[in-house]
C-alpha cells in the first residue's frame, strides 16, 4: 500500500488518571511515554507514533484530561442553534478561548480532534459511573469525529457492565482494554476493532496488523538467534590459566572459577540485554530475587530443581541419544541427591549453593610440560545445566515479549510449583533435538560444526517461542 496518505492519528482523552498515557505506551510500543499516579502529569498533547522500519503505521496522541468539560458544555448549549452546527460551534469555543488562558486544557485536547483524529475517550472500569463523565462524551460526540471507548479496569472493583450501558448510548465501539496487562495478541484485535472506526484508514489499519505482525516474527527470530548465540558460547566456554612454577595452585583455582562463573553470567546478561533491545523494552527493570528462578543467579542451585530437566527426563533423553554419557549421568545423579539434600535441609544459602556448584565443575590441573601447571575449567558437563539455561532464556524472553510496554513495575517471573521451565514440557523427540545441539555445542571445537548446531538450535527455539 502506499504511504503518501497521512496515518490514521488516534486522540485518547478522558479523565485524569484513568489510564490514557498507559494505553498510549501500550499501543505506540513506546516505554517512554510519562505515565504517573499523580494525577494531571500531562498538561499538552503528545504524539506518539507507532513506527516499524522507519514508517509510521498510526499516531497516538495523550491528551491531558478534561478539567472543566461541564462549563464548556454549557457554553455550547447556550449558543447552539441547530445540530449540524454543534462541529463548527466546539471549533468556535476553541478559537475563542484559545488566549483566554481558561479552558486550557480541553482547548489542548480537543485541537487535535478537529485536526482529523479519531476518538479513544478512556474511563477505568474499577470505579463506578458518575455523571461528571456525561460532559465529556457529549462534548466528543459534539466534534462528531469517529470514536470509540476503551474500559481499562485499572483496580479489582467492576463496574464494566455500568459502563457498557453508558458508553453505548454514546459511542459505536467499546471494548475492555486492560493497559497493563495487554500482550501483543490484545493490541492486534484493538486494532482489529479501530479498522471499524473509518472507512478511509480501514486500509491502513490493515497495513499496520500486518506489519506489526511481520515484525513480531522477525523479533521471534532474532531472539532465537540472540540465544542460541549464548547457548553456543557458553557450552564451549572453557577459561584456562597457566601458573608460575611452583605457585599455589588452590587460590588460583578459585579465582579461576569465579572468572568462568563472571564469564557465563555476563554472557547471559548480554543475551538479555539484547532481548529487551528487540522489544523496545531497554528501561526495563528486572527484580532480582531468590524466589523467581529467572532473576535469582544463575549459579543459585536452589533455583535449579524447578528449571530444567527432572533426572528422569535426562536419562531418558541421553539413553535416547545413545552417547557415551554414563560418567555424566553418575555427575548427574551425585550432583542432583546433593541439591535435593539441601532444600530438604531448608538451608539454601549461599555457601551451600557455591559448594554445589563447586561439585558440578571442577578446575582441572593439567600437565606441566611447558612451565608451571595449566589451570582448566569447563565445557561444564553438568547434563541439566544447559537445559536451565535455556529455560531461563526462554522464561525470560517470554516475559519481555508479553510486557505491556506501559507498566513501570519491575519485571518478575511469576513462579508456580514444580518445574516451571518450558523445556520439562516438551516432546521427547523435540527434547533430543535439542540434546544433540547441546552435545554437539560441547564437544566441538570445529567453527563449522557449532556453527550448524548453532543454527539448529536457532530453528528449534524459534519454533519454541
Ligand atoms: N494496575 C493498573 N494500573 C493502571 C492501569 N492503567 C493505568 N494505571 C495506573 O493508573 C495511574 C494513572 O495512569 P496514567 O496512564 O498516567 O493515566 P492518565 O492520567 O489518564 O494518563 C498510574 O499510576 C498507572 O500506573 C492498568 O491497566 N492497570
Ligand atoms: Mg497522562
Known amino acids: 500500500m502506499t504511504t503518501s496518505s497521512q496515518p490514521p492519528v488516534f486522540v485518547v482523552v478522558g479523565h485524569v488518571n484513568r489510564g490514557k498515557s498507559s494505553i498510549v505506551s501500550t499501543l505506540a510500543a513506546d516505554e517512554s511515554v510519562r505515565i504517573d499516579a499523580t494525577p494531571g502529569t500531562t498538561r499538552q498533547c503528545r504524539s506518539y507514533p507507532m513506527r516499524l522500519n522507519g514508517q509510521t503505521l ?51 485536547l480537543l485541537r487535535p480532534i478537529l485536526d482529523g483524529g479519531a476518538i479513544l475517550y478512556v474511563v477505568d472500569g474499577s470505579i463506578p459511573f458518575n455523571p461528571g463523565h456525561e460532559a465529556e462524551m457529549e462534548i466528543l460526540r459534539w466534534t462528531a469525529q469517529p470514536r470509540m471507548a476503551l474500559i481499562n479496569p485499572i483496580g479489582p472493583a467492576d463496574h464494566i457492565s455500568q459502563w457498557r450501558a453508558v458508553l ?8 475492555v482494554f486492560n493497559a497493563h496487562r495487554a500482550d501483543f495478541e490484545q493490541r492486534v484485535r484493538l486494532l482489529k476493532t479501530l479498522r471499524e472506526l473509518s472507512d478511509e484508514w480501514r486500509p491502513a489499519i490493515e ?101 530444567g530437566l527432572s533426572r528422569g527426563q535426562l536419562a531418558a533423553t541421553s539413553a535416547a541419544m545413545g552417547a557415551a554419557v554414563g ?19 531448608g538451608a539454601v ?87 544433540d545441539c547441546f552435545e554437539r555445542l560441547r564437544k566441538h571445537k570445529d567453527p563449522l560444526t557449532i556453527e550448524h548446531a548453532r543454527e539448529d538450535l536457532a530453528r528449534i527455539v524459534e519454533e519454541m517461542i
Open 58 to 108: 498510526y499516531v497516538l496522541v495523550d491528551t491531558p484530561g478534561f478539567e472543566r468539560a461541564r462549563h464548556m458544555l454549557a457554553w455550547l448549549r447556550e449558543r447552539e442553534t441547530s445540530t449540524a452546527d454543534r462541529r463548527a460551534l466546539v471549533r468556535r469555543f476553541v478559537d475563542e478561548h484559545a488566549r483566554s488562558g481558561q479552558f486550557e486544557q480541553e482547548i489542548e
Open 327 to 345: 560418567g555424566s549421568i553418575d555427575f548427574m545423579v551425585a550432583g542432583h541427591s546433593f541439591m535435593l539434600g539441601t532444600v530438604i535441609g
Open 349 to 435: 544459602g549461599a555457601a551451600s549453593s557455591w559448594l554445589a556448584w563447586d561439585r558440578l565443575t571442577q578446575v582441572r590441573v593439567l600437565g606441566q610440560t611447558l612451565g608451571g601447571p595449566l589451570l582448566q575449567i569447563g565445557p561444564i558437563r553438568e547434563p541439566n545445566f544447559p537445559w536451565v539455561v535455556l529455560d531461563r532464556a526462554l522464561l525470560y524472553h517470554e516475559a519481555v515479549a508479553g510486557r505491556a510496554h506501559a507498566r513501570r513495575d519491575p519485571l518478575k517471573i511469576e513462579t508456580g510449583e514444580g518445574r516451571e521451565g518450558p523445556t520439562s514440557k516438551l516432546e521427547s523427540s523435540a527434547r533430543r533435538r535439542l540434546q
Open 168 to 175: 453505548d448510548q454514546y459511542f459505536s465501539l467499546v471494548r
Open 207 to 307: 497495513h499496520a496488523i500486518e506489519a506489526l505482525r511481520e515484525g513480531r516474527r522477525h523479533d521471534r527470530r532474532e531472539s532465537a538467534g540472540v540465544i542460541a548465540d549464548m547457548m553456543a558460547d557458553m557450552l564451549g566456554l572453557v577459561e584456562e590459566k597457566r601458573l608460575e612454577v611452583g605457585e599455589d595452585v588452590e587460590p588460583k583455582k578459585r579465582e579461576l572459577s569465579q572468572k568462568f562463573r563472571d564469564r557465563l553470567r555476563r554472557r547471559e546478561q548480554a543475551a538479555r540485554q539484547a532481548i529487551l533491545q528487540i522489544y523496545a523494552h531497554e528501561r526495563l527493570e528486572v527484580m532480582e530475587s531468590d524466589l523467581e528462578p529467572v532473576g535469582a543467579d544463575l549459579f543459585d542451585m536452589s533455583t535449579w530443581s524447578r528449571l
